[in-house]
């Protein structure tokens, strides 16, 4: 059984073949960041227009670097949410025709599910029950993971997502985006307590995020200051200590809620290394276990949706030619396969 996983749900155009005897036979991933940098920002029509060049060519790539014909595919998935409307769009009628066309079934696939899930490609699994830790650029959500499809989400960020919070505080400090990467590469020259930042809804009663208020506070400590490359890399620093403290603190509450000892990182955020770092050292003082995904399979991909498409073929197999995206899909609407 082989599986073609389509991802286009927001800026990076994901194409991939998984094969549930051998496992990922090919992974190709194409970037908008540079269409998007000059905007600060992704353009949803820009990015719309750039996954309809790339989606095909990708597939064709995927396809040779896997040796594998057409009538060598069993299912095709794809991502129907969440994301941008005009983007999932493109890879829902692309997925569809193909699998009309090839006559195979065809899977919708929930992209947080996907990036839950990714973990699971690596030789060092996950078991369940596990608590996660989803830190995308749009999403920020503590999940407790019985089993697939089995979700309840115990927090989620209320304003701006980490990533989002990242990347518009990286545009404040005078980096070109995406710069939530760049802004932790340059935290690292940083003299930690020159600046204090606040840790947002640590004390509340609550599982939930909320980073738009620490984004005014990096903006107002930025305009009180001369923006030296040192105070640079010193606000950076402070800036990410409070994310990180913020999270953790946040998964030692939902750690004690579940009562699990697993804890899984995934989505963009999670493959900085001070945040990986700081959660195995927490962890490891529960006597707990850490698991996340190498770094390409943190940023969105078609590897993770083309394995969830395998683990949901049998309750989602679909022939016909209708056209349904969800701009919004929680993870707790989903069933277990």
């Known amino acids: 059984m082989r599986v073609l996983g389509i991802e286009t749900s927001c800026d990076e155009t994901g194409v991939a073949i998984y094969d549930k005897k051998y496992g990922l036979l090919s992974n190709k991933t194409y970037s908008q960041a540079k269409i998007h940098a000059y905007y600060g920002g992704v353009v949803p029509e820009l990015a719309s227009r750039d996954h309809v060049r790339k989606t095909l060519p990708l597939i064709l790539s995927s396809l040779k670097h896997a040796d594998l014909k057409p009538n060598q595919i069993n299912a095709v998935a794809y991502t129907a949410g969440p994301g941008l409307v005009g983007s999932l769009l493109v890879g829902i009628s692309i997925g569809r025709a193909l699998a009309y066309s090839w006559d195979i079934p065809s ?71 995406p710069g939530g990467a760049i802004l932790s590469k340059i935290a690292r020259n940083g003299q930690r307590k020159r600046f204090i930042f606040p840790r947002p809804m640590a004390c509340s009663n609550n599982l939930n995020f909320s980073f738009s208020g620490l984004k005014t506070f990096a903006a107002n400590t930025i305009n009180k200051n001369n923006l030296d490359d040192q105070t640079r890399s010193d606000i950076a620093l402070a800036f990410e200590d409070a994310i990180i403290d913020t999270l953790l603190i946040k998964c030692k509450q939902a750690l004690d ?42 940023t969105d991909n078609g590897a993770m949706i083309a394995y969830v498409g395998m683990l949901r073929i049998n309750s989602n197999m679909s022939k016909d030619l209708s056209i349904k995206v969800y701009p919004r899909w929680s993870l707790a609407e989903l069933s277990n396969p």
Do not use: W
Request: contains cysteine.
């Open 257 to 298: 809620k579940t009562g699990f000892n697993r804890l899984v990182l995934s989505g963009g955020v999670s493959a900085n290394y001070i945040l990986r770092k700081r959660m195995t050292e927490m962890v490891k003082t529960r006597k707990g276990e850490i698991f996340f995904s190498r770094p390409e399979f943190c």
């Open 107 to 177: 899977v919708p696939v929930n992209h947080m599910e996907g990036h839950i899930m990714a973990p699971m490609l690596e030789n060092n699994p996950p078991k369940f029950p596990f608590l996660a830790l989803l830190v995308s650029g749009g999403h920020t959500q503590l999940v407790s993971a019985t089993g697939i499809g089995l979700y309840k989400i115990l927090g989620e960020s209320i304003d701006d997502a980490a990533g989002e919070a990242f990347d518009k505080t990286a545009r404040l400090l005078g980096i070109s985006y």
